[in-house]
């Protein structure tokens, strides 16, 4: 099983927020799935070496020369809102945090 | 156009004879589809440009075997200048400056990008309902699923709107589409294609193929896509096959190995009594078939939803309403602008998923989950490995039941993932998988999954296409179409 506080931490970790009305069935969703994954525990695992990732090569080696990619105008094509060529955002250091 | 009685070589034919011009097949596409899409909602976005970049084709001259041949692309397949959203809210006006290195290739080749396929948000679920942008309907029955996750290019295929299509594969997102559309999907080796410009998922599984009615079109599109890309380093230096012109039905002294966990008891027993008819045709033609044992596979669905939603959970941490995508409006600091764009822009699937990788990899449980689930898979390669030793082929069902009703499981996470049972053994270990039709169960398409040893494409491709040649299944209108005509 997993708890009401555990779920609450793990949404805050990923920048998640539940509304009050969500976390039930968050909490009840979750931990039926983590018992599932629980069984792995019964699996014999001493000594093998985890997989972490794929593919047939370990390291493919290229010319080591510029390449042109995308241009500063074409990257912010996408961004929501900017000013002066550079990308707005609000607040970082909240002034609620000094009171 | 309508392709349910076309190929690629149809096509080209056509084409290349000057019977029919790129323009001309591209804006009957565009017709057809219209019509169709009533009913499927197979696409996100259509390319607007679509007849222009046909007209260029035709201006350059047909040439190679998918030139002029309008092609669906999965909306997680990023294409320069045609929104692509990955259908979520969160991408919801993502317009990439770049395309992905085989939507390149497909463009190299003189294909035109028809328009971008429905799919669960983010490539995460199995019926294509978690889509930001609605649901799509199986061709065989409006009322049920495409499956998912590649549910809107398996539809627009089966469905007669495009020859082909691009899915991607993370743990059956390919093949229980196919199966559930009665239609051919191949999910490549792990790094046979680039996934440069993939929305990512799961990296250590994520795998772009193809999905057609023939076999033969997949091999097609197949060996222009694969090959190495500098832009991703895990994809393979060797050689891409033609694997079009090597297929070769004879199945003579083929082993093929059936497991029997893939014989699971809550497996739909006409779906079983296909799979077994599909096994005896492969021993009538010659093939040798000896039952094997997999005991890790009772794990595979444990280690896949660790595995993969702790990768989901690290790439998907761009998504911040920074730079692209959905931002969330009236915050105060920079911490609520990523709180409520990620809280509005990502529906309910993906934030359990992010969820449940945030837990297997935070302090306290990453040995217990992630390390744990990384280490059953390794005995998980092993035990698949062994049994390739001595076979050429792994086969089995494609999934444990036929497409089902819209709106019957997406309450249910735990029910919707039991569904890749049978799929995701064949991404864990890295391994070539393909569904191929059997034939039906109860009305719906059945699928024949094949799993074949790395890089070995070509064997995959040679059976299937053998089954083909012996039941033609591509040669059936799916049902809820002919009511329609």
Known sequence: MISKDEILHVAELANLKLKNDEVDDFVSQLGRIVDMESNLASVNTDGVEPTYNMGDTNTTFREDKGIRTQTREQMFENVPESEDNLIKVPTIVDKEDDE | ?485
């Open chain 2, 1 to 485: 156009m309508n392709y349910l009685n076309e190929s690629i070589d149809s096509l080209h034919k056509k084409l290349a004879a000057k019977e029919i011009t790129s323009k001309e097949l591209t804006d009957q596409t565009l017709n057809d589809m219209k019509d169709k899409e009533k009913d499927i909602s197979a696409f996100i976005t259509v390319n607007d440009n679509a007849v222009k970049d046909a007209e260029k084709v035709d201006q350059a001259g047909i040439n190679g075997p998918l030139s002029g041949i309008p092609i669906a692309i999965k909306d997680n397949i990023v294409s320069n200048g045609i929104k692509t959203t990955a259908a979520s809210k969160i991408l919801y006006n993502f317009m990439p400056v770049y395309s992905a290195t085989v939507l390149e290739k497909l463009e190299a080749a003189g294909a035109i990008n028809i328009g971008k396929t429905n799919m669960d948000e983010f490539a995460m679920g199995s019926s294509t309902e978690t889509s930001f942008f609605g649901d799509t309907h199986n061709p065989w029955d409006f009322e049920k699923v495409p499956g998912g996750s590649s549910g809107g290019s398996a539809a627009a295929v089966a469905s007669g709107e495009v020859v082909a299509a691009l899915g991607t594969d993370t743990g059956g997102s390919i093949r229980q589409p196919a199966a559930f559309n009665g239609i051919f999907g191949i999910k490549p080796t792990y790094g046979r294609v680039s996934r440069w410009g993939v929305i990512a998922f799961a990296s250590s599984l994520d795998q772009v193929g193809v999905m057609s009615k023939r076999v033969e079109d997949s091999a097609t599109v197949l060996s222009i896509i694969a090959g190495h890309d500098e832009h991703d380093s895990t994809s393979s230096e060797k050689e891409v096959p033609d694997y079009r012109a090597n297929l070769n039905k004879d199945m003579t002294g083929v082993r093929i190995a059936v497991p029997k966990e893939f014989w699971h008891e809550g497996t739909n027993p006409e779906i079983i009594k296909q799979i077994n008819a599909a096994i005896d045709t492969y021993k009538e033609m010659g093939a040798t078939v000896d039952e094997v044992s997999l005991p890790a596979l009772k794990h595979a669905v444990e280690v896949y939803y660790v595995l993969a939603s702790s990768e989901a959970s690290s790439n998907l941490q761009r998504y911040d309403g920074v730079r692209y995508g959905f931002r969330a409006k009236d915050v105060k600091n920079i911490k609520d602008l990523f709180v409520n764009s990620r809280s509005e822009g990502f529906g309910d699937e993906i934030k359990r998923r992010i969820m449940l990788g945030t837990f297997a990899l935070s302090a306290g449980a990453y040995d217990a989950y992630f390390k744990k689930a990384a280490q059953v898979r390794t005995l998980f390669i092993e035990e698949m490995g062994k049994v390739l030793e001595d076979h050429d082929l792994i086969m089995g069902p494609s999934t444990t039941s036929t497409a089902f009703k819209i709106g019957d499981k997406i309450d249910d996470p735990l029910a919707m993932y039991m569904n890749d049972i049978l799929t995701i053994p064949a991404n864990l270990a890295g391994l070539p998988a393909a569904s191929v039709p059997t034939g039906l169960a109860d009305g719906m398409p059945v699928g024949l999954q094949i799993i074949a040893k790395p890089f070995n494409e070509q064997a995959i491709f040679n059976a299937a296409y053998a089954l083909q040649e012996q039941n033609k299944f591509y040669e059936q209108i799916p049902t809820a179409l002919k009511g329609e005509d």
